[in-house]
């Protein structure tokens, strides 16, 4: 089956412009998360949707967004981007809630310059 | 606010030689998972462990989730290069997000 998959792989932005990015679940997963990957922070959880609603929201400003759509597929927005929103965007589906483990997609690098 | 941390940070090894990364929190969790990544992708679930106490083994590679089910471990036996990457926990609880540890940095030297 196919995986999680997240568009665009790289991303090369200018200091406040905005940014769409794209995840696609692996079919049937309803839960989608989002995370933010930096070489000096790891791993910080986004957001959390599932069947459309978000359910858990991270530490990040308001100029991050995100939603789920009806199919599953999830979209996150940056808006107003600063230097320090360089990092792999991680997206990671589950059937249900990842108490068992997530698939991860294989990121969008972005870079803002 | 629930924590993991990992040790080492890094680790360097020839193949052939055994190791440990630890996986430690003040906090208990349903369930602990491991991940690998490689440059450039995102993580690959390698194992769950949710019971406390248990061990499961994968080829070469044995987890461990602590009887508290606030810690776990990770043992390679006779490490290959093939090895080589970030291994990352992650704690679940209820309806809180996936908490990740921030890495341990693993080479293998042929």
């Known amino acids: 089956k196919a995986g999680v998959t997240q568009t665009p792989r790289y991303l090369i932005k200018t200091r406040g412009q905005q940014v769409t990015l794209s995840c696609s679940p692996i079919?049937?997963?309803?839960?989608v998360s989002w995370y933010q990957q930096t070489p000096g922070q790891g791993l910080q959880f986004l957001f959390e949707y599932f069947s459309e609603t978000q359910r858990n929201k991270g530490n990040f400003p308001g100029r991050f967004s995100g939603r789920q759509f009806s199919n599953s597929r999830s979209e996150m927005n940056v808006s107003t981007l600063e230097l320090g929103d360089s990092a792999l965007y991680l997206c990671a589906s589950s059937l249900v809630r990842g108490t068992y483990g997530y698939t991860f997609g294989s990121g969008t690098r972005l870079t803002v310059v | 606010t629930q924590l993991l941390e990992q040790s080492p940070q890094f680790l360097s090894i020839q193949e052939g030689e055994n190791l440990t990364v630890y996986c430690n929190s003040s906090s208990v969790f349903s369930s602990l998972q491991w991940y690998r990544q490689e440059p450039g992708e995102g993580p690959v679930l390698l194992v769950t462990?949710?019971?406390?106490?248990e061990v499961k083994k994968l080829k070469r590679l044995t987890f461990q989730f602590g009887d508290a089910r606030k810690d776990s471990s990770l043992h390679i036996t006779a490490a290959q290069p093939g090895d080589t990457g970030l291994y990352l926990c992650?704690?679940?609880?209820?309806?809180?997000?996936?908490?990740f540890g921030k890495g341990t940095r693993l080479s293998v030297i042929a």
């Open positions: 079919s049937g997963h309803r839960s």
């Open positions: 462990v949710v019971t406390g106490g």
């Open positions: 992650a704690g679940a609880t209820g309806n809180t997000p996936l908490v």
